[in-house]
């Protein structure tokens, strides 16, 4: 398949595990911050190619993963009232509530639904005027423009019976939560490309310039990881730490404008939860004061909601590169995708699940 | 095109719309209503001397040189009743005849239960009884008893199909997992995907450039055709809702082997991989309805492919690995890359992706 193939080439994918081989001299740490980048790498066996000095760990790209339980248990509980129709992205429905997840609550007759784009829920909610639906938004910089439109849109048609609960967070505060953690040990990154697509890039570059650590924007084939890779072996072997752009059929320095101006239309910076790793200040996005009246949180009264994580989840760690999935105690025993103790065993971008997935039996 | 399957869309319903353009309850009460279902739309499409009879049951003759049989059921409830390639009524009987196959018998009888929503368009049931009419007729099957039954509006999802087969086995030997011996070749009889596409296709009314059309076929030719040229099988799989990934899993962990298959030789439909892309699927667990794999001695695997790719069924049927020894219950594919990874049954349903 065009586009594709190409990027999946196994001669090219020998050469640069050889070009790899010859200039790494020291070890280094490079964390992927994308969910989608870590299952290539697990499902294409990527680290296998790489040699011994470099080591991948993985990051807190995604989207399903970082969603705190509090905002689940919303979720679940918006989900559950008679008149809603709840709809959400696919891999939301299997993440574990404090006693059930959504698929739970389809099962015992709440109507949630699968839906491929917000804007599928807001045409839900045209169509069924006397019911209340419920878009759940969450997501990275990646997915928070299609989003925004919806809301837009549902205040331009003046639609009253949709909202969102929002759960939209961000990058870069989050790279740099990580890099502030005594025990990291990252020393490069390579960056999101979706994410990239929509925000460009600009915003890394003081993060790789504070921190002194290469950033490489890296797309999701094989190849394009493996290209990451390499370049940013190449700056940290040469004591370089700058912003580069592996995946530039996809980005631009400055990003998508009218993604980002739709995004700054409709949502502000806030702070955010995030799962096993707690607040962190200016990371995520929520509602204007003008588009309030879509929030859900406040048209359903859940607001004040709490939920604490499971003790024993080490998901915080894993999704800031700490620890790796198989270090967990309760990996592939107490946790595993029919019975998990935490999000990332469940998302099909989920760290764990890709490790339980394609590694289990080699761990 | 290598398979163009027949479906009853073009069938004109032979009982008059105006009289009952639906089914009502007393449809399956047993009075006149039933009869009129059986005498307008069943005997007619299905017509052969035993159904004929109109007795509780069957009887049927069996071929004298055969005293080994297989026997088998599924049921049906596929959403939506009607996708590019088939319906419901196709693969409720296409399905029971390839688990026959499997089995390494010849489908010989049908028998049918059809459970109906009240409400469900008559227009639609002769559509489905049609389609089944002619499913059978291409598969070499009788459909020779049955049974319909009508439950009340909102407790069945328009019409729900049971079919049970029976079939004369024509392998020398018993086909199981067990007969699956290190060193055997894998063979796949076509490319993976298109059924589980064309469902979600129309099921969530994705639109793609093309109409992708389900795979759905009747299987026992070729598995017949294997037998026919003294091909010693050793296991044979239809692959359905789990796909190729899942059917590898079963029979490995059965079979206690260890498998190696490859990536690169897995025939998989333009697009087919494309829309697997978009939604973030593998098409490794995307179900099928007319594919299977099979477990065939080394010695013998080029000549069993050959034998496949003659029929019209198998022009893309390949081999895509072997069984090795050791690590018991595994089944591991070589990346397009090149690097090795594990193949493992999915948890539950694969679910869209966010972005």
């Excluded at chain 2, 003759?61 to 049921?75: G, H, N, Y």
């Amino acid at each position: 398949m065009r586009f594709i193939d190409e990027y999946r080439d196994a001669r090219v994918a020998q050469l640069y595990a050889r070009a790899l081989e010859r200039i790494t001299t020291k070890s280094w740490t490079i964390m992927e911050v994308c969910g989608g980048q870590t299952h290539s790498i697990v499902k294409f066996g990527i680290d296998e190619l790489l040699p011994p000095g470099v080591t991948l760990v993985h990051g807190p790209g995604c989207p399903v993963c970082v969603t705190p339980l509090e905002l689940v248990e919303k979720a679940i509980e918006i989900a559950s009232i008679p008149n809603v129709i709840f709809c959400s992205f696919g891999d939301m429905l299997r993440v574990p509530g404090r006693s059930k997840d959504l698929l739970a609550v389809k099962a015992a007759g709440g109507d949630v639904r699968i839906v491929y784009s917000p804007l599928d829920a807001l045409k839900l909610a045209v169509e069924n005027p006397q019911r209340e639906v419920v878009f759940f938004a969450v997501g990275f910089e990646t997915t928070a423009p299609a989003n925004a439109m919806a809301v837009f849109q549902a205040s331009v048609q003046n639609v009253r019976n949709f909202s969102l609960l929002t759960s939209h967070v961000l990058v870069p505060p989050a790279l740099k939560a990580i890099l502030a953690l005594p025990d990291t040990r990252v020393q490069g990154f390579l960056a999101a490309g979706h994410v990239c697509s929509v925000m460009g890039y600009k915003e890394y570059e003081p993060i790789a310039r504070k921190h002194r650590v290469p950033i490489v924007v890296t797309g999701f084939e094989p190849l394009d990881i493996l290209q990451g890779i390499y370049m940013c072996i190449q700056q940290l072997e040469k004591g370089l730490a700058v912003v580069e752009n592996q995946y530039s059929r996809s980005v631009r320095r400055e990003g998508n404008l009218p993604a980002q101006q739709i995004i700054r239309e409709v949502f502000c910076i806030v702070p955010r939860k995030w799962r096993g790793v707690g607040e962190i200040p200016q990371s995520g996005l929520g509602l204007q004061q003008k588009y309030a009246v879509f929030d859900a949180e406040t048209r359903f009264g859940i607001a004040h909601l709490t939920a604490d994580e499971p003790s024993e989840c080490i998901s915080g760690s894993i999704l800031q590169g700490i620890r790796k999935p198989h270090e967990c105690p309760a990996f592939g025993t107490r946790c595993a995708p029919e019975h998990p103790l935490g999000a990332t065993m469940v998302s099909s971008e989920g760290a764990c699940a890709a490790y339980y997935q394609y590694r289990k039996r080699k761990i | 095109m290598e398979f163009e399957p027949k479906t009853g869309a073009e069938f004109v319903c032979p009982i008059p719309i105006e009289q009952y353009p639906a089914v009502v309850m007393a449809h399956g009460g047993g009075g006149k209503l039933t009869n009129q279902l059986l005498e307008k739309i069943f005997l007619p499409a299905f017509g052969n001397a035993m159904l004929d009879a109109r007795h509780d049951g069957a009887h049927v003759q069996l071929p004298r040189d055969r005293d080994r049989l297989a026997f088998t059921t599924d049921s049906y409830v596929v959403h939506p009743l009607f996708f590019p390639g088939g319906d419901i009524g196709t693969l409720a009987v296409y399905g029971t005849v390839n688990d026959l196959a499997m089995c390494g018998a010849r489908p010989l009888f049908l028998s049918a239960g059809f459970i109906i929503e009240e409400g469900l368009p008559i227009d639609t049931l002769c559509r489905i009884v049609q389609s089944m009419a002619l499913a059978a007729k291409q598969a070499g099957v009788q459909l020779v008893t049955g049974d319909t039954k009508v439950v009340d509006r909102g407790k069945g999802d328009g019409i729900f199909i049971n079919t049970a087969g029976i079939g004369v086995v024509e392998s020398a030997r018993m086909i199981s997992p067990a007969g699956v011996r290190p060193g055997d070749s894998i063979l796949l009889s076509g490319d993976i995907g298109r059924h589980g596409i064309a469902i979600m296709a129309v099921r969530e009314e994705l639109e793609f450039e093309s109409t992708i059309a389900s795979d759905c076929a009747p299987l026992s030719g070729m598995v017949l055709d294997l037998f026919a040229a003294g091909i010693d099988v050793h296991c044979l799989r239809d692959l359905t809702r789990g796909g190729l990934a899942s059917a590898l899993v079963e029979i490995a962990d059965t079979a206690h082997l260890h498998f190696e298959i490859d990536e690169t030789v897995i025939p998989v439909l333009e697009e087919v991989r494309a829309a697997c892309e978009i939604l973030g699927f593998d098409p490794l667990y995307v179900a099928n309805e007319g594919r299977f794999i099979g477990f065939i001695p080394p010695g013998e695997a080029e000549r069993a492919l050959q034998r496949m790719r003659s029929h019209p069924l198998g022009r893309r049927a390949c081999i895509i690995g072997t069984v090795a020894g050791d690590t018991p219950g595994l089944v591991t594919m070589r990346s397009s890359i090149g690097a090795t990874r594990i193949v493992d049954m999915l948890s539950g349903e694969q679910l869209p992706r966010i972005c």
